[in-house]
């Protein structure tokens, strides 16, 4: 398994991995083709990939906004999963953040989710049950 940055040629391997993996996004919106060829050309936001030969395997989207990580778009090939895959690409987007200076990662994960709650917990990540998020939206696809 190898880990490298993603282009806007790899995108419609990640719009497939995202969707064997049942991931929620946005294709309309923020998942669109050109939103991420935008976001790619930022410095605060990297994509990665995890690829077994030529196969894209796993997707984590690495970010910083200038104060704070964010690790989003985490995905992993059903066929792939338990194998630590997830654990190493998160490792790889933490190096990223920690060597931009970025002293604190944050995730935000759904309720339903689990799996991601224990990946959470495995990588030393503390919960925070305390927080309500909100957002606000100039389209419902954003
Ligand atoms: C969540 C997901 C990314 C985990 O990927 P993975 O490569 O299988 O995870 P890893 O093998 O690195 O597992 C690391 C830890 O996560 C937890 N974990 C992963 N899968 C789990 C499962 N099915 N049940 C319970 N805990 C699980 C465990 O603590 C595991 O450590 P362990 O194997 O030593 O017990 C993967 O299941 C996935 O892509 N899910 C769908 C998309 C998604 O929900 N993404 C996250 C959005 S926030």
Same mark, same amino acid.
């Given at each position: 398994?190898?880990?490298?940055?993603?282009?806007?040629?790899?995108?419609?391997?990640?719009?497939?991995?995202?969707?064997?993996?049942?991931?929620?996004?946005?294709?309309? /919106? !923020?998942?669109?083709?050109?939103?991420?060829?935008?976001?790619?050309?930022?410095?605060?936001?990297?994509?990665?990939? #995890?690829?077994?030969?030529?196969? @894209?395997?796993?997707?984590?989207?690495?970010?910083?906004?200038?104060?704070?990580?964010?690790?989003? !778009?985490?995905?992993?090939?059903?066929?792939? !999963?338990?194998?630590?895959? #997830?654990? =190493?690409?998160?490792? #790889?987007?933490?190096?990223?953040?920690?060597?931009?200076?970025?002293?604190?990662?944050? @995730?935000?994960?759904?309720?339903?989710?689990? =799996?991601?709650?224990?990946?959470?917990?495995? @990588? /030393?990540?503390?919960?925070?049950?305390?927080?309500?998020?909100?957002?606000?939206?100039?389209?419902?696809?954003?």
């Amino acid at each position: 398994m190898k880990i490298r940055e993603l282009t806007i040629k790899d995108y419609s391997k990640i719009i497939d991995l995202w969707t064997v993996s049942g991931l929620e996004f946005k294709p309309k /919106g !923020r998942d669109s083709r050109k939103s991420i060829q935008g976001e790619m050309k930022k410095s605060s936001c990297i994509y990665l990939g #995890a690829f077994e030969k030529e196969e @894209l395997i796993g997707t984590l989207i690495v970010t910083d906004d200038g104060r704070k990580g964010w690790l989003n !778009r985490l995905a992993i090939h059903p066929d792939y !999963r338990r194998k630590g895959i #997830a654990k =190493k690409l998160s490792r #790889a987007g933490e190096k990223i953040l920690f060597k931009k200076g970025i002293g604190i990662i944050a @995730l935000l994960i759904f309720d339903h989710n689990e =799996k991601s709650q224990n990946l959470a917990k495995s @990588l /030393g990540y503390e919960e925070h049950r305390d927080i309500v998020y909100f957002t606000k939206r100039i389209n419902p696809d954003i």
